[in-house]
């Protein structure tokens, strides 16, 4: 009878049948310790049981790799986070304290031996896939077999780029089919001028299409699209309707420049341009010196010629003069700044242009712009 009342019944009582409840909730409560340490005991059974299987399976395992990728497998199969290993493991939950406590060690143990075995055939296969005859190739050698390289092109102006980037300028790129806008009226050059002509710019077959004549257009695009100040350094193709020869041609790439900000002043604009070509030329010893040039977009415009880094007393380089013409520049016009949404009355700045093949035939002495694009293999190896 007590047995056979459920304890939900038996709390339903009143006083006089409290002793018989307490009873038989002691009866349970050990009944219950009974089947858990039942169970424990038979978890453990069962854990010694599976660790030798295991264990067994997974040397044999290891031994029969035969590569790293195969002895990879073995390895995620039993030590891996959702292996073997790892489901053992999680088995511990189960067991009460004191069997953790017993238990625990002789898993970590067995997780140990399995990982010594698994490093121990790793070591093997990679000894084994060193060796001599494993690294024989018989393709390894191929006569007259060609190495590539990066092209002159790339090598000069990721090493203008880094100047520019040391003197806290930013690279900017733009289009190179453009609008007579961008080419040309928001860089103040008149309409009549004769760039604008069919004899020296390639106009397209779209309407108010052209191949840019100078990345000065990316300084428009640039100061549209951003706010001043600005500082931005902007190397890319450029095409030009006129006839080739050793020093000119259709197409080229220049590099320009465009520093906008308040106080700007032709002093900054001559240290900027000495601080480039000195590390450009690799000479700290190189000078400057200024003539008046003109150019639409800046007022006043200057040509800026460098100490020849070849010679003290003239050279071929040089022409005997110990100068070498090498930028275009100047202060930015004021109408440049109007027509791009920046206010003349706040901001100025300076901009400075130059052929990137001009420089590269001056510092390696190059004697043909033809042959930057012309595939010339013994003429790019001297690059490589």
Known sequence: MLYGTSAQAVCQQKTPHFHTYEIANHGTLWYSAVKQ?????????????EIKTIEAEC???????????????????????NGKVADLMSTLKKLSLEQKRTFGPVLNQFKQRLTLAYESRKDALEKKSTSPDALFDVTAYKPNQMHGSLHIYTQII???????????????????????????????????HPARDSHDTFWLSQPDRLLRTHTSSVQAHSMEENPAPLAIFAPGRCYRNEATDATHDFMFTQGEGLFIDKNVSMAQLLATAQTFLQQFFGS??????VRPGYFPFVEPGVEIDGS????????SVCKH????????????????????????????GFAFGFGIERLAMIKYGITDIRLFHSANIPFLKQFA
Not at 59 to 75: C, F, P
Not at 308 to 315: L, M, Q, R
Not at 333 to 338: E, K, Q, T
């Open 37 to 49: 340490y039942e169970q424990g005991i038979n978890t453990m059974k069962n854990l010694e049981t």
């Open 59 to 81: 040397l044999s395992e290891l031994k029969k790799a035969r590569s790293l990728e195969s002895l990879e497998s073995v390895r995620v199969s039993y030590l891996g986070r």
């Open 158 to 192: 990721e090493q203008l780029s880094s100047i520019f980037i040391s003197m806290g300028y930013t690279i900017a790129d733009g289009p190179e089919m453009e609008t007579e806008y961008y080419n040309f009226t928001t860089l103040n050059i008149p309409e009549d």
């Open 284 to 289: 700290e010893k190189l000078k400057i010196r």
């Open 308 to 315: 020849c880094p070849f010679c003290t007393d003239g050279c």
């Open 321 to 348: 003069t110990q100068w070498i013409e090498l930028l275009g520049a100047g202060l930015v016009h004021p109408n440049v700044l109007r027509v791009n949404g920046i206010d003349p009355d706040q901001y100025s």
